[in-house]
């Protein structure tokens, strides 16, 4: 017979419910934001999954299992070889007289990995810097002096703007020349796309930061800096006719032929910013005479495919960074990070449940190859 008295109270129901209610208060609060940050409940809020779905449809096609922007490229393998002139500046190890490997990645704009190298007028190089202290430095980088619009939103409305109409499988020329006219910043870009020379290789093209980042040394001090890889290969500028007359795989052709003679190098030149000089937005540039100071050489040693090689799986996240560094408050640098996120999660997604294009598929436009 069990001892009735030893046995736990029942619990009184009038004591339960304001921790019923609690818990209750709890999950909507949860269900509200997990609704708030994933846009639902503001419907013209620009949030990253808003920002990427607009970059797959300016892409006129979803390219599963690659990145959505900047997707033809090839993995690349080397070191970065401090010479010490960089730790007045931040504490980052990679700064020091060292080696520090990564696992980088050559690329082009675009959203198609089967585009062809001859079009695009914009070249990337990302890096992910693994130091001997145990830290990351992700960095991620493209051949124009400066980003084309002062805010985030902007870059939204040129992705718009820049969306083929289904109708001519062309961007709207009519919302082309609205948004120049709403942003008028966008003329200078427009002026570099149209003159500056193209380089005939991955190897001779210089790759800037754009975005300013604040560089903290040994002793508490702050710069504002932003930096540039300025190739140690000679420039050679190529006509329109020998693009139309290259390959469409030209660039990772030539980097083959090239690693096969021995590495490529770039200076890491790094800008330091005076009072006074736009730090948050990236389509201004800062005056010519500011200090410059070269603190390393980037040395690419081997290429792989994209498709198989380290850099598939990696994000480039700009605000992935070490002791000694840190992001400005550039709001452009946020929303790269967030974006750039969910374009990672999307590929990695495709490839996990076997829906990744392949390079036979009917997406893929003869000779290219992703
Ligand atoms: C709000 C502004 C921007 C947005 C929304 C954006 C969006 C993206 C997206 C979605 C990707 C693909 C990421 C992935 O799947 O891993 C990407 C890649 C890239 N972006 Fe941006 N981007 C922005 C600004 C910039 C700027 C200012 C730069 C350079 C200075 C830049 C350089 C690059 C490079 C180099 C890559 C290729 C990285 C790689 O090889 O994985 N982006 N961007």
Not at 274 to 280: F, R
Request: glycine content about 8%.
């Amino acid at each position: 017979m069990p001892d009735l008295e030893s046995r736990p109270a029942s619990p009184n129901p009038r004591r339960a419910w304001p921790a019923l209610l609690g818990i209750t208060l709890i999950v909507a609060a949860a269900a509200l934001a997990f609704a708030w940050v994933a846009g639902w409940l503001t419907p013209s809020r620009l949030t990253p999954q808003r920002f990427t779905n607009a970059i797959e449809t300016s892409n006129g096609h979803i390219y599963r299992g690659f990145r959505r922007a900047h997707a033809k490229g090839v993995c690349v393998a080397g070191y970065f070889e401090g010479n010490g002139q960089g730790v007045t500046l931040s504490s980052a190890r990679i700064f020091a007289p060292v080696r520090t490997p990564f696992v980088g990645r050559l690329s082009v704009g675009g959203g198609s990995p089967y585009g062809l190298d001859s079009k695009a007028r914009v070249r990337s190089m990302a890096l992910e810097l693994n130091s001997d202290d145990g830290q990351q430095w992700r960095m991620a980088m493209n051949s124009f002096p400066f980003f084309g619009v002062a805010s985030v939103q902007a870059f939204y409305e040129q992705t718009v703007a820049n969306t083929p109409d289904p109708a001519t499988g062309q961007p709207d020329p009519v919302k082309q020349a609205a948004f120049a006219k709403a942003h008028p910043e966008f003329a200078r870009f427009a002026a570099w796309a149209k003159s500056a020379p193209w380089p005939t290789s991955w190897a001779n093209t210089t790759y800037n930061g754009v975005n300013t980042f604040r560089f903290i040394n040994r002793a508490g001090e702050q710069h504002d800096v932003r930096w540039s890889m300025q190739p140690q290969t000679a420039f050679a500028a190529m006509s329109s006719e020998q693009r139309e007359a290259a390959d469409g795989n030209f660039l990772s052709e030539d980097l083959d032929v090239r690693l096969a003679q021995g590495p490529m190098r770039w200076d890491m030149v790094v800008t330091v910013a005076k009072p006074g000089d736009p730090i948050v937005d990236p389509s201004q540039s800062w005056p010519e005479d500011r200090r410059h100071v070269i603190v390393g050489t980037v040395v690419i040693e081997s290429t792989t495919p994209q498709t198989t090689g380290a850099c598939r799986d990696i994000n480039y996240d700009p605000l992935v960074l070490p002791t000694g560094v840190e992001g400005s408050g550039d709001p452009v640098l946020a929303a790269r990070s967030a974006v750039y996120s969910v374009s990672f999660n999307r590929r990695e997604h495709d490839i996990a449940s076997g829906k990744a294009a392949s390079a036979t598929g009917p997406a893929a436009p003869q000779g290219a190859k992703p």
